[in-house]
């Protein structure tokens, strides 16, 4: 499986994305997704996650209440809706998938087998 991350940019604080993560080759469908950010310095982090079906999603606290995970199986991609960005989520954003089909959602780096190249956003103030 390839992903593919898009929709990173310059923002203001305040402003909202939409990241998308497609899988160029294989299929996702039935995979648990991720998101993750890396800031400039700092190590991987977890943001978001996702159930093969869409019905179980879960979310690190720094982005509970202004993010939506999301997915479409028939397009064969993720989504990350972020809102309300402030500076401290400027990062890299990378879309991950677990290999293993069927499985729960996990918020470990440790758990995703398929990365994509990562999408980078930029939130000033």
């Known amino acids: 499986v390839q992903l593919q991350a898009s929709g990173g940019g310059l923002v203001q604080a305040g402003d909202s994305l939409r990241l998308s993560c497609a899988a160029s080759?294989?299929?996702?469908?039935?995979?648990?997704m991720g998101w993750f950010r890396q800031a400039p310095g700092k190590g991987r982090e977890f943001v978001a996650t996702?159930?093969?079906?869409?019905?179980?999603?879960y979310y690190a606290d720094s982005v509970k209440g202004r993010s939506t995970i999301s997915r479409d199986n028939a397009k064969n991609t993720v989504y990350l809706q972020m809102n309300s960005l402030k500076p401290e989520d400027t990062a890299v954003y990378y879309c991950?998938?677990?290999?293993?089909?069927?499985?729960?959602?996990?918020?470990?780096?440790?758990?995703?087998?398929?990365w994509g190249q990562g999408t980078l956003v930029t939130v000033s103030s």
């Open positions: 996702i159930n093969w079906g869409g019905s179980t999603t």
């Open positions: 080759t294989g299929t996702i469908s039935q995979n648990v």
């Open positions: 991950a998938a677990r290999r293993t089909t069927l499985i729960t959602t996990s918020s470990s780096v440790g758990a995703y087998d398929y």
